[in-house]
């Protein structure tokens, strides 16, 4: 397989984390922040095409510079939502560089399913034992807030990250995870 550079990882990157403080005032223009998760994609994104450490600086510094100039996320959420999203950027990265079904799509998804599932359990216990510690937080928030709320920023996942993926591969802008013999 075809890796990319340390150059075009970090522009990759930096270009998420950009996006990172421009998806969340489009999608607030709506008012369906909250609802449609908009920064968790382009965590998800470079987490998936440039591995985990770099997930990592994504899914920290992105909502921090997004809190400092926008008040997006609220201060209360930032450490929890920062925890969400350096999860989803190590786990689906490591996943992703890990992970070798000679499928691309279940390569994806086997990331990407995991990566939502442990930033979303991660959340949910720090905002219980952390900072609430316990109080006025039970599993029917956990739910509430984690799953019900989010359904529809998963499906979007869920859908548009690996089609994205894909055509980025197509495209030749990132390397293809498995070259088809001729």
């Known amino acids: 397989m075809n890796t990319l550079s340390t150059i075009k990882k970090s522009i990759i990157c930096a270009i998420c984390i950009a996006l990172c403080y421009i998806f969340p005032m489009v999608f607030h223009v709506f008012g369906a922040g909250a609802v449609f998760c908009p920064m968790h994609i382009p965590v998800f994104i470079c987490g998936l095409i440039c591995g985990w450490p770099y997930g990592l600086m994504c899914g920290l510094a992105g909502p921090v510079i997004s809190c400092v100039l926008t008040s997006m996320p609220p201060v209360a959420m930032l450490p929890s939502m920062t925890i969400e999203l350096i999860t989803y ?14 499928n691309t799509y279940v390569d994806l998804y086997i990331s990407l399913i995991t990566g939502i599932v442990c930033g979303r359990i991660l959340s949910g216990l720090v905002k219980a034992f952390i900072f609430t510690g316990g109080q006025n937080y039970s599993f029917a928030v956990w739910i509430s807030g984690s799953v019900i709320t989010n359904w529809p920023g998963t499906l979007i996942q869920l859908i548009f990250i690996p089609s994205i993926l894909v055509g980025l591969m197509k495209a030749h802008l990132i390397p293809q995870r498995y070259i088809k013999e001729k």
């Open 89 to 102: 950027g190590v786990v689906s990265g490591f996943l992703s560089t890990h992970i070798h079904t000679k």
